[in-house]
């Protein structure tokens, strides 16, 4: 990296790392119950109008990277465990009023979603619907000629039919298209490195700090007892189906989640609105370990993405790729990038709030590179927009607003290749 460009970089951070201590995201989150689900709450069109390009400048190709859309819990430990206490608890005489009414609640909830955990819900094909007619009247140069769009997703199911309704929806919306829809074993080192299969499976070195083990963070954090005392006359038993903890995660979990996929509340009462900031931080900070913390095993995605755009400019037929995939790569793309100095890496548990907010990755996140071009500049521009939000990229210098030049961008990734190459063994933390 030259002097200059890490000059900017210091700088750049410097100045956000003042902006992001100045205001308290437990403030925010306070005032917005679906920040407060984090990764499990529903996609927010709430973006504001876009910056208008640089004069001459039109897009030309856009490179995407999607999670897939709301879904039931992911894992049936969400709601068996939840059950499993609960009808213990029950058998005992050993639920509150407010456990009881709990009780009774959530076996009756339960039923439909644990026999469709992790499946796609009606809402999540609706979110990439209207994702995908939102691209088009936003770009519409780019599709208007038709061409080729190659869309790849994950092998999990609620990847493969979000790709399906994102790909009806913008055949649809520019029907000229000539979309390519595949779901291959041999995409995910692409779309979801640290799924691939085992021959496929390869590592970047390099490592993130992790100031202190979940755990411990949580353990220090979290009043169990006086959720607890809420629900249970008599806790003994929560120990031998996984302990308090284990119990609190996954009711907090479906408490998160379950506006997905139903209209009624059932659980907002279970949790006091401090509880609720306290968990999102403690969720917050468990996501940062285990998936922030390997960004750069995302190094092969960004490449992906500059070999497409790279063909593009040069002239191929193709107008978009499109890949589809999990929180897993989403909440690793985002610091690699370093999308609003978030790459930074804070030195406290406490401080990781301020960098990375799994909010920014509801269901149905959305990662779109929109490449320009004009006939009187040689230079190619691109913005990245996160969930329709212009957003910045403080390692680079804009050429004007959120547009920055491609050629800059492109050295950068190839930087970060040659700073983490492939590991013989798994990075140390």
Excluded at 47 to 71: C, E, N, Q, V
Aim: charged residues 25%; contains cysteine.
């Amino acid at each position: 990296m030259n002097r200059r460009l890490l000059l900017v970089l210091l700088l750049a951070l410097t100045g956000l790392q003042a902006f992001c201590q100045s205001y308290d995201v437990l403030d925010v989150i306070a005032t917005d119950r679906q920040k407060n689900s984090g990764c499990e709450g529903p996609y927010r069109y709430d973006a504001p109008a876009l910056t208008p390009a640089p004069k001459g400048f039109k897009p030309f190709y856009i490179s995407h990277y999607g999670r897939h859309g709301s879904r039931y819990a992911w894992t049936s430990d969400a709601y068996t465990v939840v059950r499993d206490c609960l009808e213990a608890a029950y058998r005992a005489g050993a639920l509150t009023e407010r456990g009881a009414r709990l009780h009774d609640e959530f076996i009756d909830f339960m039923q439909t979603p644990l026999i469709n955990t992790g499946d796609l819900v009606e809402l999540g094909s609706e979110q990439h619907s209207e994702i995908a007619r939102r691209m088009v009247a936003s770009f519409p140069e780019v599709f208007a000629k038709g061409g080729k769009v190659s869309a790849r997703s994950s092998t999990s199911q609620r990847a493969i039919v979000s790709m399906g309704a994102f790909c009806v929806s913008l055949q649809k919306n520019a029907p000229r298209l000539d979309i390519e829809l595949n779901s291959l074993h041999t995409n995910m080192p692409i779309v979801n490195a640290t799924s691939a299969p085992a021959p496929l499976r390869i590592r970047r070195s390099g490592r993130v700090l992790i100031p202190e083990s979940p755990a411990a963070f949580t353990a220090r954090r979290v009043d169990y007892d006086g959720i607890l005392d809420r629900l249970f006359t008599d806790r003994g038993f929560l120990e031998e189906r996984g302990g308090r903890s284990r119990f609190v995660a996954m009711l907090f979990s479906v408490m998160n989640g379950y506006h997905n996929y139903c209209e009624e509340d059932f659980l907002e009462d279970i949790f006091t609105p401090e509880e609720q900031l306290i968990l999102w931080e403690a969720n917050n900070y468990q996501e940062y370990v285990d998936h922030a913390a390997n960004r750069y095993q995302q190094i092969p995605l960004l490449l992906d993405i500059v070999a497409g755009v790279d063909e593009a400019i040069a002239g191929g037929q193709y107008k978009a790729h499109l890949r589809f995939g999990h929180d897993t790569v989403f909440n690793a793309l985002c610091p690699l990038l370093n999308i609003n100095g978030g790459g930074f890496q804070p030195k406290t548990a406490d401080e990781v709030k301020y960098w990375f907010q799994d909010y920014d990755t509801p269901m149905a996140a959305n990662l779109q590179f929109v490449l320009y071009r004009s006939k009187r500049d040689a230079r190619i521009l691109f913005k990245l927009l996160r969930n329709g939000w212009e957003v910045s990229l403080p390692q680079l210098t804009p050429v004007s607003g959120p547009y920055y030049d491609w050629n800059d961008f492109r050295a950068w990734v190839q930087q970060l290749d040659r700073e983490h190459p492939v590991a013989t063994e798994r990075p140390a933390r």
